[in-house]
Each structure stands twice: as structure tokens, then as C-alpha cells.
């Protein structure tokens, strides 16, 4: 156990503009599949925002919302493309902010990688298929048009005014993981000849373009982050030296806060980590790229995957390679997980690697999702986590549950 007083997790943090958050702890954002089949935010969803409020934590990022009714990445996602449950956003933001921790909302559209069937169609800056493994999950997305970018753009900001007027802190873009905002960065993904490809100045047009327009709207001292990969560790795809040109891209335009990650769905390093020696020993799954990042910018910083125990954490920050730590499986089995480290104590329970006893499925990556989101769903309805639940039952009442949500949204769709 270590003394409170010295710890560096304790210690408050002030962004760019001047807003201050309480502490260095943040939950990054886990999809909770908790909206309706129509995209509203359910009472489970605000219970399980109860319990996070009480975990003192110093921002708590949601899941992804999405921008766009024609685009969910799982069935259940909350959307935002107009006021219609701006009364439900308002409970939600109120709510997660009741125990003095900051929120933002983490806004994003799939792309491509949205499961099969959910949708009408799935859109990408190119018709790119997924690899032969993949493909039975995710469709060849349908390349968009210059004025579907425009319009896509225009979104994320309309999203981004709502959240604010909810009461949301601030707005995280979803850069990482594969989705739309990466497939554009990705020469991998993104093989246009027009303004919105080729050279790594045009791929990252779209994300600049979503941070204008979202600032044009929201006001220079509303928080606007994002969450992108240090790479997608996919051949041809997008490399470190990208992500540092892209940090540096967006540093410069006035972000306030960029998190770490890595990673797909088709590489699913975010959740599993890399093999490098250098991680084993420092735990966090990105750590070394953010040393980098540091050579050339002095943007917040947080990095997030793989963060266990107290001195890591404390490593992390003392050494100036990150200002805040994300922690995401952890608030899934102990939801209360901050206030023990905070007080200096490790967590209770340990994010563990899990099995379903069959490899294949192992190796996927979804096993991590499907597992989390029920004990989310636990959390929701006022029931404990169980933190040690069979991995294949986990596993094979998610896809029922996935089955339900699919059927649900197109039948709504249909009627
Ligand atoms: C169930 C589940 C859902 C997730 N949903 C999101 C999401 O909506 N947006 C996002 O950026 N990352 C998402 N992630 C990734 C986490 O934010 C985080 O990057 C990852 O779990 C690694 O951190 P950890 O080792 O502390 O769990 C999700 C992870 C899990 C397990």
C-alpha cells in the first residue's frame, strides 16, 4: 500500500483551456450495448452510470455513440443524430457526473467494420474486403461519395452540439480500433485518388475536417479529444511514424486530448497487447509510443491498454509519458476499482486473459468484448459482476444476445 498523499494518480490535471479534472484515472470507453433497438439510452444504461459516478474517478468517457441511424457498430448502440432524447442525454450526463468526475461523450461511425446484417449497407472511403477470417463477421463495405463525406463530416459535429447541450463535458472522436475515422487514415483502407486519399496529408483530411467543424459549433473551450491507434499493426495499414505526423497534425489545429491505443478488430492488439519485452515490463500496451509522442508534443496524454497494478500506473505518470491513465476491462468486474487505487491500494480483481477453450475463438478478439459487455449488462441491472464466468458460456449467450439485437433493429428498420 502506498500513502495517498504522494500519489501522482491523485493529482488534479488542467486541459489546454483551462478546465480542470480531478484526477489522473479515466475510464476509457467501453461500448455497453444498452440503448434501444431505436438508439435511446436505456435505465440500465443510467444505472450502470450511477455506479461509475461513485468510483471517483477523474473523467469517465462513454461508449461509442453513434452519429448515424444507418450505422450502428453492434446492435444496441446509443445514436445521437438529432434532439429527440436530448431529456434521456440530459439524465445520462447528469447522472455520471453526480460524484464530481468529468464526462465526455466518445462519438463514432463504423465504417466497415459493423457486423454483418445489422445494416442496410456498410460505407468506407474504399470498397476494401476484409480478410478471408474476417469476412464471415464483417461485409466489403460500399466506397463513399465526396458529398457522403461532406456530409458525414457535418455529423459528427451535430452530435458533438448535442452532447454539449446534454451536459457532457466535452466529446471524445473514436480515431482508433479500426473504425471509420482509422479506416480514412489507413492507406490499407483508404485507397482514393481524390482529396480524401493518398498522400498521409489528404487521409487525414477527414479527422481535421470533423475537429473544425465540431469547434465551429461547440466553442473554443469545450473538450475536444480523440482516441487514436500508435498503429494498426496490419501490413500496408497505418504506421507509428503516421500516427506521430497525425498527432502532430492535430496538436497543432488545438486539440485538447489524445488517448493511445493500437490496433482492430482484425488485430485486436488493444485488448491482447503486443509481444514486446519492453511492454511486458512496463505493463501498458502502448507506452513506448508515447515517449515518442512526447519528443514532439506536449498534447495531454493518456494511454490506455494493459494498466494493472499501482506502480505502473504511477510509473506511467512520474515519467512524463502520460498524463492520464485509462483503464478500460477493470470497471467492467470492479466498478469501484479508482477509489481503491487512489487510497493507494491495488484492485480487488485482475483483468485476466480469458478462454472459451477453443482457439479460434480465442484469437478473434471478440471473446474480450462479450465478456466485458455481460458484466456490464450485470452492473445495469443492479446484480454483481462475476469475475470469474466461464468464458464459453459467456461467449455463446453474447451471440444469442447479438442474434435478439439484430433482428430487433432491422425489424424496427423494416416497420
Ligand atoms: C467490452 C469492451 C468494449 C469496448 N468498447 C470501446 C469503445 O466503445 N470505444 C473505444 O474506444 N474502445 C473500446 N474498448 C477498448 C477499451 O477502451 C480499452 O482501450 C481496452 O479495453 C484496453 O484497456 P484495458 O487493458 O484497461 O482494458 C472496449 C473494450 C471492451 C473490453
Known amino acids: 500500500m502506498m500513502s495517498n498523499q504522494e500519489l501522482m494518480i491523485g493529482q488534479p490535471f488542467i486541459l489546454r483551456q483551462g478546465q480542470s479534472i480531478k484526477n489522473r484515472i479515466v475510464k476509457s470507453a467501453l461500448s455497453e450495448a444498452l440503448g434501444t433497438p431505436d438508439g435511446k439510452p436505456t435505465r440500465e444504461l443510467i444505472k450502470l452510470y450511477r455506479t461509475w459516478s461513485q468510483a471517483n474517478l477523474g473523467l469517465i468517457i462513454t461508449g461509442n455513440v453513434m452519429i448515424d441511424r444507418r450505422a450502428l457498430g453492434e446492435p444496441g448502440n446509443v445514436v445521437v443524430e438529432d434532439e429527440r432524447d436530448l431529456g434521456l442525454l440530459k439524465e445520462w450526463a447528469t447522472v455520471a457526473k453526480s460524484g464530481g468526475s468529468d464526462v465526455w461523450m466518445q462519438i463514432n461511425h ?197 494498466f494493472r497494478s499501482l506502480n505502473g500506473m504511477e510509473a506511467a505518470l512520474t515519467s512524463k509519458d502520460a498524463d492520464f491513465i485509462g483503464l478500460g476491462r477493470i470497471f467492467a468486474i470492479e466498478p469501484l476499482a479508482s477509489k481503491r487505487l487512489l487510497s493507494g491500494q491495488e484492485t480487488n480483481y485482475q483483468v485476466k486473459p480469458l478462454t472459451t477453450g477453443f482457439k479460434f475463438i480465442d484469437n478473434f478478439g471478440s471473446l474480450e468484448v462479450t465478456w466485458y459487455t455481460r458484466q456490464m449488462h450485470r452492473i445495469g441491472k443492479g446484480e454483481r459482476p462475476i469475475p470469474n464466468e466461464n468464458g464459453l458460456k459467456s461467449f455463446l449467450l453474447d451471440i444469442k444476445d447479438k442474434g435478439i439485437g439484430i433482428l430487433k433493429t432491422r425489424q424496427l428498420r423494416a416497420s
Open 110 to 306: 463504423p465504417g466497415k467494420q459493423a457486423i454483418r446484417g445489422l445494416n442496410k449497407e456498410t460505407v468506407s472511403p474504399s470498397a476494401i474486403p476484409f480478410s478471408a477470417k474476417m469476412s464471415a463477421a464483417f461485409a466489403t463495405p460500399r466506397e463513399l461519395t465526396d458529398a457522403e463525406i461532406l456530409e458525414l463530416i457535418q455529423r459528427y459535429a451535430t452530435t458533438a452540439a448535442i452532447a454539449k447541450k446534454a451536459g457532457f463535458n466535452g466529446v471524445q472522436l473514436h480515431g482508433a480500433h479500426g473504425y471509420l475515422i482509422s479506416q480514412f487514415l489507413s492507406p490499407y483502407h483508404n485507397r482514393r485518388q481524390d482529396k480524401w486519399g493518398g498522400s498521409a496529408e489528404n487521409r487525414r483530411r477527414f479527422v481535421l475536417e470533423i475537429y473544425h467543424a465540431i469547434r465551429s459549433k461547440v466553442g473554443a473551450d469545450f473538450p475536444i479529444a480523440i482516441k487514436l491507434n500508435s498503429a494498426d499493426f496490419q501490413r500496408g495499414g497505418f504506421t507509428e511514424e503516421e500516427s506521430l505526423a497525425a498527432i502532430q497534425a492535430l496538436d497543432e489545429v488545438g486539440i485538447d486530448h489524445i488517448e493511445i491505443s493500437g490496433g482492430t478488430y482484425e488485430k485486436p492488439i488493444m485488448q491482447l497487447g503486443t509481444q514486446k519485452e519492453s511492454t511486458a515490463s512496463r505493463e501498458a500496451y502502448f507506452l513506448d509510443f508515447a515517449r515518442k509522442v512526447r519528443q514532439n508534443s506536449q498534447v495531454p496524454l493518456m494511454v490506455t491498454g494493459g
